[in-house]
């Protein structure tokens, strides 16, 4: 009896896949390729019918996947089961359409896996992933581009864009031989026939646009000369017929941003080149002057145009000369030609509103018309283009002469009711001559001010201080910090440790208000540290207080350091905050030194700063231990550390600190003020610590062969036990230190004996 495997096959997967539902597709995602391929007219018609459904299902995997270690890409399944069966060339259409209709979702995220991602690869020039031959991808392309425009598109320009290029190999068949011999780059005739025939299907389109249009220039390199002739022949009977400005404005941003010629040696366009881009450029020349000159503001810093680029003489300090006096000349015309109401439309459209506020003050505009301009604009209080309009001003009153400002402001403040007053003071500039007229206006309208007010990165040295104790009255500590940037110096002592003091507690203010960036903390402590009027054990608190930041950069925590050197109890302290008590239970009142609603912030800083400590107690100026101080400090720790039952960890605490010993006067480690102390206590667990210690201060190792530098360490601290026979218990710890070095020699060499073992098979 013949048995039609096909058919049932086919009823198989039907079976599995409808009804097609969002549980259906979740659950398959992972099978889907073998689906695929194990019934490809049915899967394909399944998808067909879906899409052609009021309500598409497969759409529900090609949802924005997120990036964490953990995410998947529930797409992913589906778009492989489809490369899958783009190799065979009978199903390059039916494939290339459905891709088309899932590339109409936009997928923002960080994942390759995309329809369009599949489509390019297909149909990429160089290695096209199916084995349809010129013939079959040039139809699919021609049908692509009557039926999904977008998707053909792209693909069209992708395949004549200049310069190098990567793509990735697609899905194939695991049992099918669909893609037996294909996949490959191909030949250089096979490859250009399928960009040519791209690019004059592009050329030919049938509605270019400023977008379309624009892509072709960007990719004018990648094109032979006689094509280069028809793409400005398309611009520029497109731009004689073109009636919108804006989209015009477009194209002419687009031609003066496209590269026409390599940089290398400064190579010139040719002449017929530029002239046919400098008739283009007249032709999209907007009739409506703001939209003429919008380009000149849309950014500070303007690239140079691809005439100026080609001039080997071209010079830098020039380029923003010019393009100083063109915006200057821009907004003149602007003003001339429709006052106010053409500025206003100019910041409207975009671009740097605070650029085209500070250009048109370098016009020499009369005070009494930015009078009227400004209380009309601060009445608009309800204009989504508030922000603009601030921006704009602000760069205008930060520009014009600081006469005609505080003119204008004179003439404008007492018609204005107090929001709309607080409103124009804030955009002013930030400087002496705006907070006098604060103070004019009471109490209230100097808190709404202050408490509003969006200080600039930096101060002129002579504001600071000012500045700054108006901001730390009104409880805005990282504003303050904000205009110390460039200048701390000349901040007053009591000023720059009050600030620091309110922004880890006395703030109005969130933590995302004006971040703090650790250099900028460290520069701060950098300029408090050795001036008058402020103490060690006062910087060791700021310190302590801002470890956090602090030990990520060079400056550390100094003062801190050494208070806790000479402060046993603050040791004691740190070790409680850290550890909970060895027996349970709940410590003393005196013992209490933090809520536990903050137990584990503090717990955490507790384990820095102890991670930080490397200077020894009795540590004098000239860099000797003292051994009485030492054996007092040492002493008092461990009492505290008893009495607050946590006896093991303060001494294996004090271990880790011991491991930083200098070397002895004899070359002996550790020296001999340590040597004598750690003797005479004899714990294991200070033992311990300093081992521990010792070890991790070689930082992450990456074993070699032989661990030749394992094997040096243990010799060298072999050999420093043998120095120490007056030392019994301190030269056993650096003999199971030697021991530790010698272990991971030991399994370093076990290791490379199997390794290369395994390699010999």
């Excluded at 998947?72 to 199903?91: N, T, V």
């Excluded at 028809?230 to 031609?255: F, G, H, P, S, Y």
Aim: charged share 30%.
């Amino acid at each position: 009896m013949d048995v039609d495997v096909k058919s049932r096959v086919d009823s198989l997967i039907r079976q599995i896949l409808t009804p097609l539902t969002p549980e259906t597709l979740y659950s398959q995602q992972a099978s889907l390729p073998l689906f695929a391929e194990a019934a490809p007219d049915e899967f394909l018609r399944i998808l067909e019918d879906d899409l052609h459904s009021s309500e598409p299902q497969i759409f529900t995997l090609l949802k924005v996947v997120g990036s964490g270690v953990t995410a998947s890409c529930p797409r992913a399944g589906l778009l492989w089961a489809l490369e899958c069966l783009a190799w065979r060339p009978e199903w390059l259409s039916r494939v290339s359409t459905v891709l088309a209709q899932l590339a109409t979702r936009e997928l923002d995220d960080n994942w390759a896996n995309t329809p369009t991602e599949s489509l390019l690869s297909i149909f990429r020039c160089w290695i096209p992933q199916t084995a349809g031959d010129l013939q079959y991808r040039t139809a699919t392309l021609q049908l692509l581009a009557r039926n999904y425009p977008v998707p053909a598109w792209q693909i069209c320009r992708d395949q004549f864009s200049p310069g190098m290029r990567t793509g990735n190999y697609n899905y194939r068949p695991r049992w099918r031989n669909d893609a037996s011999g294909a996949g490959g780059a191909v030949n250089n005739s096979e490859r250009h026939g399928f960009a040519v025939i791209a690019l004059e299907l592009a050329l030919a389109w049938p509605n270019h646009d400023a977008e379309t249009l624009g892509d072709m220039l960007e990719r004018f390199q990648g094109m032979p000369p006689e094509h280069q002739a028809k793409l400005w022949n398309v611009i520029e009977d497109w731009a004689t017929r073109q009636d919108d400005d804006r989209a015009k404005a477009q194209l002419r941003e687009r031609l003066r941003t496209t590269e026409f010629a390599p940089r290398e040696g400064a190579q010139a366009i040719d002449e017929a080149t530029a002239a046919r881009i400098r008739h283009a450029d007249e032709l999209l020349v907007a009739s409506d002057v703001v939209m003429r000159h919008h380009w000149l503001f849309a950014e500070e810093w303007l690239r140079e145009s691809p005439l100026e680029r080609s001039d080997e003489a071209w010079d830098w300090e020039e380029h923003r000369r010019v393009l100083r006096d063109q915006r200057a000349k821009a907004l003149a015309e602007i003003w001339q030609d429709r006052g106010w109401e053409g500025v206003d439309s100019l910041v409207a459209g975009g671009g740097d509103a605070w650029l085209i506020g500070r250009t048109l003050a370098g016009t020499g505009i009369d005070g009494n018309e930015i009078a009227s301009m400004i209380a009309k604009w601060l009445g608009l209080n309800g204009s989504p283009l508030n922000v603009r309009r601030d921006l704009f001003l602000a760069g205008l009153l930060h520009e014009i002469p600081s006469e005609t400002r505080l003119n204008t402001v004179d003439a404008l403040l007492p018609d204005l009711g107090n929001d709309d007053a607080i409103r124009f003071l804030k955009l002013c500039p930030f400087d002496r001559d705006t907070w006098r007229l604060v103070e004019g206006h009471g109490t209230e309208f100097e808190e709404k001010y202050w408490k509003g007010v969006q200080p600039p990165f930096g101060l002129d040295d002579d504001d600071i201080n000012e500045a700054v104790d108006h901001l730390l009255s009104h409880n805005r500590p990282r504003a303050a910090f904000r205009c110390t940037h460039r200048s701390l110096d000349p901040l007053e002592t009591s000023r720059l440790t009050k600030m620091l003091q309110d922004i880890v507690g006395k703030t109005d203010e969130s933590e995302g208000t004006y971040p703090l960036e650790a250099h900028q903390v460290a520069e701060a402590f950098d300029s408090l540290q050795g001036r008058p009027g402020i103490g060690e054990d006062e910087m060791a608190r700021l310190e302590y207080k801002y470890v956090r930041v602090l030990y990520q950069t060079t400056y550390g925590v100094p003062n801190l350091q050494r208070h806790i050197a000479k402060t046993p109890a603050l040791f004691a302290q740190l070790i409680a905050i850290m550890y909970e008590r060895t027996g349970g239970g709940d410590d003393p009142p005196e013992w209490t030194v933090v809520e536990s609603d903050d137990r584990a912030a503090a717990a955490g800083t507790a384990r820095i700063v102890l991670g930080e400590l490397k200077r020894i107690p009795g540590t004098t100026r000239t860099g000797q231990v003292d051994r009485v101080q030492l054996r007092m400090w040492i002493t008092d720790v461990r009492t505290l550390c008893h009495e607050g039952d946590r006896t093991a960890a303060g001494d294996q605490h004090i271990g880790t600190l011991l491991s930083y010993s200098p070397m002895g006067k004899d070359g002996v480690w550790p020296c001999e003020s340590v040597r004598d102390v750690f003797e005479e206590v004899r714990s294991p667990d200070i033992a311990m610590g300093m081992k521990t210690g010792r070890y991790n201060a070689g930082g992450v190792r990456v074993w070699r062969q032989e661990a030749k530098e394992e094997q040096g360490l243990s010799e060298r601290y072999r050999s420093w036990a043998g120095q120490l026979s007056s030392h019994p218990f301190l030269a056993r710890t650096l003999e199971e230190l030697a021991a530790w070095y010698e272990r991971d020699v030991s399994r370093e060499e076990l290791d490379s004996r199997l390794r290369r073992r395994f390699l010999d098979r």
